[in-house]
């Protein structure tokens, strides 16, 4: 079941912050993190695990809420690196590691 | 590093005519995925494999094949192509099931068919 990412599409300015979601319609195992630059292969940010655990890469962390089945990424003093599109993956315990894939938050950094 | 490596990285294909994506990383990882990526749609799961010789359908696998005769390689088939294949294709390995393990991830191919 394909995960839905909301908002579509964010715009910031420089410095500005940004939360973007990860919603499941199944109970949630694992969520993967990747951001993607036009015309690039996907990159790892992080993973988040069952238990709520939040991490942190640079200036960008993520939350895991298994109560609302939802994974919120945070862009904090958002840099005009961070722009890109980012994809959540959801993981179930027994799948051979298979993520669906949601459609992806784009995500627009201004000077 | 090589990581994982997509050849070609561009290719136009005529429709019906046949063609092998190749794929292969060099980390000795077990798992690997065949992904389409279709504008504004993300990542679909086409084939994937847990280790040599060992192959399983994902979402979209209709009208690709895979083999892996090793560990390192894993290519994808496509018999007849339709304009409904045009995509960018993406690799991805993992070393194993676990699901606190990244995905790793080739270049792509831009694939079109005309």
């Known amino acids: 079941q394909q995960p839905v990412q909301s908002p579509q599409a964010v715009i910031l300015r420089e410095g500005e912050d940004a939360v973007i979601n990860c919603s499941s319609s199944?109970?949630?195992?694992?969520v993967h993190w990747y951001r993607q630059k036009h015309g690039e292969a996907p990159v790892f940010l992080m993973i988040l695990l069952k238990g709520g655990e939040q991490k942190g890469h640079d200036k960008i962390s993520a939350s895991f809420n298994e109560k609302k089945q939802q994974s919120s990424l945070y862009l904090t003093a958002s840099q005009l690196s961070y722009s890109g599109t980012y994809f959540c993956?959801?993981?179930?315990?027994?799948?051979?590691?298979?993520?669906?894939f949601g459609k992806g938050n784009q995500v627009v950094v201004i000077p | 590093n090589a990581g994982v490596t997509q050849t070609p990285k561009f290719r136009i294909l005529k429709i019906g005519q046949s063609m092998t994506l190749q794929c292969t990383q060099d980390m000795n990882h077990n798992y690997m995925y065949w992904y389409r990526q279709d504008p504004g749609m993300g990542l679909k799961l086409i084939y994937y494999s847990v280790g040599a010789g060992i192959t399983d359908k994902g979402e979209v696998p209709n009208g690709y094949n895979v083999s892996r005769s090793t560990t390192e390689d894993f290519p994808l088939r496509l018999e007849l192509a339709a304009p409904s294949q045009t995509s960018v294709y993406f690799c991805?390995?993992?070393?194993?099931?676990?699901?606190?393990?990244?995905?790793?991830f080739g270049d792509g191919t831009r694939l079109s068919i005309l």
């Open positions: 991805a390995s993992t070393p194993h099931p676990g699901s606190n393990q990244p995905q790793h």
């Open positions: 199944k109970a949630l195992y694992s």
């Open positions: 993956g959801t993981g179930r315990p027994y799948g051979n590691n298979r993520l669906a």
